[in-house]
C-alpha cells in the first residue's frame, strides 16, 4: 500500500460528503426521536407481536433460500447446455426484480381465482384455499427472489475454484457426494454467514410483498406496521416505536455479519462447467435446475402474459400512467446519477487512504443505511420535513430521490469499492511514475477499467429506485405516484387488468436496465477518445 499516489483532495472531499451523509443520519434520527418524546395518548401497536412475526419470517425466509441457493448452484455448476448463460442472467436479475411484480406474478398463478384454482374447477369441478396468502404466501415469494439471488452468489464461489484443485479431484475419482465435502462445500461455506445476514435483512424490511401478500393482521411485519400508523391511523407513537425496533435489530444483525466474509457483489459471467457426473447424479441436477428456474421464472411470465394480454392499451390510454411512468423514470434516473456521484467520491477517498481507521470511518455513514429500512428513511424524512414546515408535496420528488439514493448507496459502495481498490494495487506504481493528477488518473486508467462495474451500479441503483414502494408510500399522491404506487393503487381499487399492465411493464423496463447498462456504460467507457 506504500505504492498508493498522494490524492489529499480525494480524501478531503471524501470527508466532507461522509461528514453531510452522517449529519442527515442525524437529523432523521433526531425527527423519529423527537416524534417519539412529543407522541401523546397510547398506542394500538402489538410491538411483541410484530416483532415475533416479522423474525419469524426472515428467520424461514433466510434458511429455505440459502438451501435452495446452495442445491440450485450445485446443478447449475455441473450442467453445460446452450441457453446457460440466460439461465445464470435470470438468477441475477432476481436482486433488481420487484417484490410487488413477482407478489402479482404468485396471486396469478396461486390466488383464489389464478389459473391453478381455475384448471382445478374446470377439470374436477372444485377449487382449494389458496397458499399465496399469509405465511405461506410471504415465503413462496420471498423465497422465489432470495433463493434465485442466492443461487447466483454462490454459483460465483463455485466458478472461483481452482482449476488445479479439480483436477486433483478429476485424478482421484471423487464421486458427487465426495467432491461436495470437501471441494463445493468449502468453496460456498465462507459466504454462507454473510449471504445469510443480507437475506435476513432483506426479508426482515420486506413491505410489498407482506402488503400485498399478508393477509391481514395477523402475518403483518414491522415495515407495514409502519406504514399503516402513519399512513392509514396517523398514529406517530406506535410509528415511532415500531422504527426505533426495526433500526435496533437491523443493526445488531450488521453487526454480527459484518465479522464474516464478505459477499462478492460484482458477477461477471459464469464459467462453463468442465466436471461430469454420473448420470443419476445428473438427473437429480436437472430436476433442481428444472424445477428452479420454472419457479422463478414462471410467475414473471405469468405476469407478461396476463398484463400484454390483457389491460394494456387501456392502460396505455390513461394519461395517469404516462405521468407516472415519467416521474419514476426521472426519479429513478435522478436517483442513480446522485448515487454514482456519492459512491465515486467515497470509494475514491477510501482506496486513496491505507489507513485501516480511515478507510472505515469513510465507508460508515454510508453502509448505515443498511440499518434503515425504506418505510423507517422514509418516516423520518416525513417528520423532519413536517418540524420544519415544508409542504410534503412541495418537499416529495427531492425527499424520494435523496431517500432511495441512500438506500442504494451501501450496494453501490460495495460494487465500485473493491475494484477500485484492485486497480491502485496493481497500478499504483505506474500512477506514480507516471506523475498523473488525480483527474488524469481517474479518466486515463480507473474509468475504463471500472466501466462495467460503473454500468452494473446504475443498473442496480436505477432499477431499485424504479421498483421502489416503501419511500413513495408516504409521500405519494394522486399527482404525484410512481409506477409502483399506481399499481399498488389499481389492486386496491380491483382493477386487476391494470395492476396486471403496469406490472408487465415495470418488468419490462427492469429487466431492459438491468441488462442494457452495463453493457452501454462498458462500451462509452472503452470508446477510443480523440
Request: charged residues 10%.
Amino acid at each position: 500500500m506504500l505504492t498508493l499516489p498522494r490524492r489529499p483532495l480525494r480524501i478531503a472531499t471524501a470527508t466532507g460528503l461522509t461528514l453531510i451523509i452522517a449529519a442527515l443520519i442525524v437529523a432523521v434520527l433526531w425527527a423519529i426521536l423527537d416524534a417519539a418524546t412529543g407522541a401523546s395518548g397510547g398506542s394500538r401497536v402489538d410491538l411483541a407481536h410484530l416483532l415475533r412475526m416479522t423474525a419469524l419470517q426472515a428467520g424461514l425466509t433466510m434458511v429455505l433460500s440459502l438451501g435452495v441457493g446452495v442445491a440450485v448452484a450445485w446443478a447449475l455448476n455441473r450442467l453445460r447446455f446452450f441457453g446457460r448463460d440466460l439461465v445464470v442472467g435470470l438468477f441475477a436479475a432476481a436482486i433488481v426484480t420487484p417484490g410487488m411484480v413477482v407478489a402479482f406474478g404468485l396471486l396469478s398463478i396461486w390466488g383464489r381465482n389464478g389459473w391453478i384454482n381455475q384448471a382445478a374447477q374446470s377439470l374436477f369441478g372444485f377449487s382449494f384455499d389458496s397458499p399465496a396468502y399469509g405465511l405461506s404466501g410471504i415465503l413462496i415469494a420471498h423465497v422465489v427472489l432470495d433463493g434465485a439471488f442466492a443461487a447466483r452468489i454462490l454459483l460465483a464461489r463455485l466458478d472461483a475454484i481452482a482449476q488445479s484443485r479439480l483436477k486433483v479431484g478429476q485424478s482421484l475419482g471423487l464421486g458427487a457426494v465426495q467432491r461436495f465435502r470437501l471441494i463445493d462445500w468449502p468453496a460456498m461455506r465462507g459466504s454462507l454467514p454473510g449471504l445469510g445476514a443480507i437475506i435476513f435483512l432483506l426479508a426482515f424490511t420486506s413491505f410489498p410483498i407482506v402488503l400485498l401478500l399478508g393477509g391481514g393482521p395477523a402475518n403483518q411485519t414491522l415495515e407495514v406496521a409502519i406504514y399503516t400508523a402513519v399512513r392509514l391511523d396517523f398514529d406517530l407513537a406506535g410509528a415511532v416505536r415500531l422504527a426505533l425496533t426495526q433500526i435496533a435489530v437491523c443493526s445488531v444483525v450488521i453487526l454480527i455479519a459484518s465479522a464474516f466474509t464478505p459477499v462478492p457483489s460484482a458477477l461477471s459471467r459464469s464459467a462453463q462447467p468442465n466436471w461430469r457426473d454420473a448420470r443419476p447424479v445428473r438427473a437429480v441436477q436437472w430436476l433442481v435446475l428444472v424445477l428452479a428456474t420454472l419457479g422463478f421464472a414462471l410467475p414473471l411470465l405469468n405476469v407478461l402474459y396476463e398484463g400484454l394480454a390483457g389491460g394494456l392499451f387501456r392502460v396505455l390510454e390513461q394519461a395517469s400512467f404516462w405521468r407516472a411512468t415519467a416521474t419514476s423514470v426521472i426519479i429513478g434516473a435522478s436517483s442513480a446519477a446522485l448515487t454514482l456521484a456519492l459512491a465515486l467520491v467515497l470509494a475514491l477517498g477510501r482506496s486513496a487512504t491505507a489507513q485501516r481507521v480511515g478507510r472505515t470511518l469513510l465507508g460508515v455513514p454510508a453502509y448505515a443505511y443498511l440499518a434503515v429500512p425504506a418505510v423507517v428513511l422514509s418516516l423520518g424524512f416525513f417528520l423532519l420535513v413536517r418540524a420544519l414546515g415544508v409542504p410534503s408535496g412541495a418537499a416529495a420528488p427531492v425527499v424520494v430521490v435523496i431517500a432511495n439514493s441512500l438506500l442504494s448507496l451501501p450496494f453501490a459502495m460495495a460494487t465500485l469499492g473493491p475494484p477500485l481498490d484492485a486497480v491502485l494495487r496493481s497500478r499504483g506504481k505506474l500512477i506514480r511514475s507516471l506523475g498523473l493528477s488525480g483527474w488524469q488518473q481517474f479518466t486515463a486508467i480507473e474509468y475504463p477499467l471500472l466501466g462495467r462495474d460503473i454500468g452494473l451500479m446504475l443498473a442496480l441503483a436505477f432499477c431499485f429506485s424504479l421498483g421502489d414502494l416503501g419511500v413513495i408510500a408516504l409521500f405519494g399522491t394522486q399527482d404525484f405516484q410512481t409506477l409502483p404506487l399506481m399499481m399498488y393503487r389499481a389492486l386496491g381499487s380491483y382493477r386487476s387488468n391494470d395492476a396486471a399492465a403496469i406490472a408487465a411493464l415495470l418488468l419490462i423496463f427492469t429487466i431492459a436496465a438491468f441488462v442494457g447498462l452495463p453493457r452501454l456504460i462498458e462500451r462509452i467507457a472503452h470508446a477510443p477518445r480523440r
